[in-house]
């Protein structure tokens, strides 16, 4: 989803909305009953089972290879994959297969724990103020807001001393120390693509890298798409744009779902082990001046198998600007961003999301 706390962090939805959005989908689920009306897609242009037409493939990036002296092809395929993809599935990421399986693990017993044992975590506090970090659903803002078919965890990572641990699960006991290493591992796979993204774009290296100080934010999303009886009706997440600068996602070792946008048709992201899949947001595409792109992307829903996502969104500190970099703007190249403060930038982006529409768009000239 669009990823990012909003500002301010906590908010009484009003009557009528909470009923729409405190139930948990996968309590919808086991009840066996239709999908509400609130889940069901009404508009037209998005049509859910449009089966991917394509042979595009989603690029592969070994990226070991690229910050070798020997890695020009690899360089070449990293910078077509961000121009016209905005996202890739990077192999030889450095972080080992058996933590990410212990990642993925973890997270699973998590979402199969009773529900009064996730409660403890919930985001919603009295069954109305809503709080953006912890377990629950969407929050509702709107009466003709369609909601998607998956719970979630959602966890501020870094800065550290800003953590939220009342609402950092103790069970299973491991997930807190797991979570603290895969955001610090997620720090360094992060750190490497930004500096092969200013090499390829012949700048100094560490220009997209230092704009991530120590007061940068990374969010943790454990997303938990439940089986659904009307997948062709419900998405499990909708049409989207990340509204973080980098996201980078460990998915699910066999169940695929999620598609990219890619030339106007849906491209399946396969099923790949011990892969980490990185997505430009939108601030990287506004930092780069609109060199690289931000991806519009979706989950589909499932009505054989539940699937598992752990999504680490990375974004400026929220007090700083948001704009392309003066070094990638020429008069062959002019602006083509507004200057934002991240903070607001994240506040639209959550009112924009419950409204189906697309915050960048707001922010071109
Ligand atoms: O679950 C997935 O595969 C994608 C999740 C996603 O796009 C998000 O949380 O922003
Ligand atoms: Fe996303």
Redesign the pocket.
Known sequence: ???LRPYPNSIVMEEGKKEMGSRLVQELAMSGRDAPTSYIQRDPLRQINSPPHTSAQVPVIDLNRLSQSDGADESVKFRDALQSWGLFLAVNHGIPSSFLDEVLNLSTEFFHLPLEEKQKFANLVDGKEFKLEGYGNDIVLRDDQTLDWNDRLYLLVQPEDQRNLDVWPTNPVSFRDVLHTFGKNTQTVRAQILRAMAKVLELKEDCFVKQFDEKANMYA?F?Y?PLCKRPDLVF??KP?A?ASAM?I?L?DKEVA??QVRKNAEWVD?PVFPDSLLV?IGDGIEIMSNGIFKSPI?R?VANSEKE?L?V?M?SALDPEKNLEPLDELIDETRPRMYKTVKTKDYLADHFKHFAEGKRTLDFYKI
């Open positions: 989803m669009f990823g999303r997303n798409y499990g997440l989207h990340d996201t996602l998915l779902g999620l992201v997505v992307h989950v699937r996502s999504v969104f």
